[in-house]
């Protein structure tokens, strides 16, 4: 699907466009590491995922919003585990993001109780917390509610500016107001 294909990615945000089975998320799950390149090196910030795998992976946050694996997990719980995969999560930003992405009745649920847009709600704090070089972002506007989408579009507009970290966003089309570093077309 990605034959010959090359990028580099540059700090700010970065549209992943395409039709459905285009390869948008494919191109996400290839780069966290989540599916195996065929050929060629994925390097991040000189990092080599083939050669020190756990160095890059703490790079790189994805997180399928598709997935059921950590069901059984509160948003509290799930929010703790990421300190030790991601050593730049950020905790008072996370406070913040809990509260504009109005998930504090939900801190202690558990991710199956909660509906498909707060699920997402918390997959997004903990992606915009993890203070990743590279955040990965698959359809992130799916499924929320329109004061949810205005925060994000926020987050997006002052990720535009930021130095050092990169996210990629796979979606359909471009955000409104956000300035793009770059857009893939698949």
Known sequence: MF??????ISPG?????GDDGSGKST??????GELPAQ???????????????QAYLQQVFWADPRSESLDQMTPRGYFQSLHQPYPRFDESLLGDLIE?????PHLDKSLFMLSTGSKRKVWLAAAFASGAALTLLDEPFAALDKASIGFVL???????DHPT???MMADYGAPD?????AIIDL
């Not at 034959?3 to 580099?8: E, P």
């Not at 926020?154 to 535009?160: C, H, N, T």
């Not at 107001?177 to 570093?181: F, G, I, P, S, T």
């Open 3 to 8: 034959t010959h294909w090359s990028a580099r």
């Open 27 to 32: 191109l996400l799950r290839l780069l966290a």
């Open 39 to 53: 050929a060629g090196t994925l390097q991040l910030k000189g990092i080599s995922l083939k050669e020190q795998p």
């Open 13 to 17: 945000v970065t549209l992943v466009r």
């Open 100 to 104: 504009g992405l109005s998930l504090t």
């Open 177 to 181: 107001d956000v300035a793009l570093a």
């Open 154 to 160: 926020e987050l997006l507009q002052d990720a535009v």
């Open 165 to 167: 970290r990169a996210w």
